[in-house]
T-cell receptor, first 116, second 117 residues
């Protein structure tokens, strides 16, 4: 158990809908990262938040947005869902902003999103 | 931009034997970190081992060790005494250590490891 929690575990929805994925980092970790893993693919970095502020942005679609709250949990919002958005969405956390030697990223169990 | 390449889509090994998974990377940076993550059928992403580029000594974690060749930009993972529980996808990942850069993990495509009983 990495200490990172994600809810829900599974999500099934229809095209055009909007969903929210939730992540709680390890206790004390200030950074949260979101990654997308499509079927049989590697991971693609979406976005990073550090202590409530956006730190880095990757290949995140405009239909997707995220935020990190004062209690450091994070939410990833996916809207106008398309079939191609079906994937495993991982959240990871690290102690600081990602550049420190101790900033190994520990992953949550993921949320499997299925868009029908 | 940095890239990570895992040229072996699938490897198989007999239980109790040793197997080596390959990873090469491309970067112009001198300071970075390299990681191996394991993803079993449960799909959980689990850190296996980590290597700092400034350290010449190869990292080891119990039955897992790496062969880090900085000049060759190679970072292979050796699993000794393979166990059935080692069956998983193994991903190699790179992270910059430059001050104020983008610290995202850059991933290889993965190698599926099969353990034969």
């Amino acid at each position: 158990d990495s200490g990172v929690t994600q809810t829900p575990k599974h999500l099934i929805t229809a095209t055009g809908q909007r969903v929210t994925l939730r992540c709680s980092p390890r206790s004390g970790d200030l950074s949260v990262y979101w990654y997308q893993q499509s079927l049989d693919q590697g991971l693609q970095f979406l976005i990073q938040y550090y202590n409530g502020e956006e730190r880095a942005k990757g290949n995140i679609l405009e239909r997707f947005s995220a935020q990190q709250f004062p209690d450091l949990h994070s939410e990833l919002n996916l809207s106008s869902l398309e079939l191609g958005d079906s994937a495993l969405y991982f959240c990871a956390s690290s102690p600081m902003d990602g550049g420190w030697g101790t900033d190994t990223q520990y992953f949550g169990p993921g949320t499997r999103l299925t868009v029908l | 931009a940095q890239t990570v390449t895992q040229s072996q889509p699938e490897m198989s090994v007999q239980e109790a034997e040793t197997v080596t998974l390959s990873c090469t990377y491309d970067t112009s940076e001198s300071d970075y970190y390299l990681f191996w993550y394991k993803q079993p059928p449960s799909r959980q992403m689990i850190l296996v081992i980590r290597q700092e580029a400034y350290k010449q000594q190869n990292a080891t974690e119990n039955r897992f060790s790496v062969n880090f060749q900085k000049a060759a930009k190679s970072f292979s993972l050796k699993i000794s005494d393979s166990q059935l529980g080692d069956a998983a996808m193994y991903f190699c990942a790179y992270r910059s250590a430059l001050w104020d850069s983008n610290y995202q993990l850059i991933w290889g495509a993965g190698t599926k490891l099969i353990i034969k009983p």
